[in-house]
C-alpha cells in the first residue's frame, strides 16, 4: 500500500497490476519500491518494460492511494518449487512456473472454474479493500502491462464498482493470435468458457460507458498490429456515441515506458476528478 506521505484526507485508490513477464517469483516488486531493494532480475525488467520507472510508487506520489496485489501464482502468492510436479523442479524457477500454469489450468477446469477468474476474483477483493479504506475516495481505478493489462481487463469486465480502468500492451483480437503468438499468452487471456462470438475486446468493453483507456505499441511483439487495429476498431464500435474510451497507440515494442505512463496518469486524473 502507497500514498503519499503528507496526504491529508481521502484520495482515489488505485490498483497497479503486475504483470506476467514469464517471472513469478516475483509480483509487487516488478512495478514497486518495497523496504527492500530491488533484485537485479527486477531491475532488468524494469529497465526493459517500464523505463527503469517503480510506476507504482510514482502514481502514488501524484496523489493516489496505491494498492499492488500478488496474485495467484505470483510473489508471495506463487506455488513452491517442491509443491510442483517432480519433472518441473530440475527447471529455474520462472521456467517451471511457466509449464506449471498449464497444470493450475487444468485443475481450474476441474473445479468448474478457469485460471483467468480466479484471479478476477482476488483482484475483486484487493479492490474492494481499497474501496473499504478510510483514506480512499469511492472512485478508483486499475492499470497494469501486459498480464497486468489482462488483469485491468478482466477486473473492468466483473467489477461495475471501478470508476475506470487502464489496459497496456494486452489488447488484440483472437483471430490475429492464432498461428503467431498463442504460445506466448498466459491462460489468463483465453478463457475457455467464453462463448465463441465474444473477442477479447468485448471483454474489456462490456461495461460501456465506463471509462477505458488502452494503449497499444505499434511494434508490439505478443499483439500484432493488425490485431490492434481491429481491437481498437471493436471497442470503439462498444462506445459509439460515448466519449468514454480512449485508444492511444505508440511505436516501439511491448512495454509502459515513461511517455505512456505520464498519459496514463493525466487520463486516471481526468477521470478520478483530481484536481492536479
Known sequence: MLKPADANGPLPGVLALH????????????????DEPPSTAVVALREELYEGRAYANALARRGYVVLVPDVFCWGSRRFPLEEMPEQLRDDDYNVA?????????????????????????EDRIAL????????TTDRTASVGLSGGGCRSALLRASSPELTAAVV???????????????????WMLMPRMLPAQIDWPD?????????????YTRHDQLFPLVGAEAAHDRISAHYAGSSSYTGQFFDGPHKFDRVMQD????WLDDNLSRVV
Do not use: W
Open 263 to 266: 498519459a496514463a496518469f493525466a
Open 128 to 135: 474492494s479493500y481499497l474501496r473499504s479504506r478510510e483514506d
Open 19 to 34: 504483470g506476467h513477464d514469464g517471472v513469478k517469483y516475483y509480483g509487487k516488486e516488478k512495478i514497486a519500491d518495497t
Open 97 to 121: 512456473a511457466g509449464h506449471h500454469e498449464h497444470l493450475v489450468e487444468k485443475y481450474c477446469t476441474l473445479l468448474g472454474t478457469t485460471m483467468a477468474a480466479v484471479v478476477a476474483r
Open 168 to 186: 497496456v500492451g494486452m489488447m488484440g483480437t483472437y483471430d490475429s493470435l492464432l498461428d503467431r503468438n498463442v504460445v506466448t499468452h498466459t
Open 203 to 215: 471483454v474489456a468493453a462490456c461495461q460501456t460507458p465506463a471509462p477505458l483507456l488502452v494503449q
